[in-house]
């Protein structure tokens, strides 16, 4: 948590989920942080870089946090899961970039 302090000024970090979790597909995360039991539902293609977020569970949707963090672990990244209050954004999600 500390390098994402230290560059939360930079692009290197962000807690926008539009930004995190297509990032983490394409192996761009290097430190994923996720609040612990948290969702965000919805649809992401990686074809076509289209992701759909919903407030709520819908049919045809997966919970994109999971497959943040699957990915961001295939790609060799390391997933943080905390407690809301230990989270280095408000947010559900955040992430230090590779690049």
């Known amino acids: 948590m500390k390098t994402y302090y230290d560059n939360s ?3 290197l970090t962000s807690s926008i989920p539009e930004d995190v979790i297509p990032a983490s597909f394409y192996s761009k995360v290097s430190d994923l942080f996720l609040v ?3 969702h965000i539902w919805g649809t992401f293609d990686e074809g076509t870089n289209e992701l759909v977020i ?3 569970m819908q049919e045809g949707d997966t919970c994109l946090l999971n ?3 699957i990915k ?3 790609n060799g ?6 407690e809301q209050e230990r989270m280095p954004a408000d947010s559900k999600v955040a992430a230090f970039m590779r690049f």
């Open 36 to 38: 612990k039991d948290a």
């Open 72 to 74: 961001t672990l295939k």
């Open 77 to 82: 990244g390391a997933v943080h899961v905390l």
């Open 67 to 69: 497959k943040a963090a």
């Open 9 to 11: 000024t930079t692009e």
């Open 54 to 56: 919903h407030e709520e």
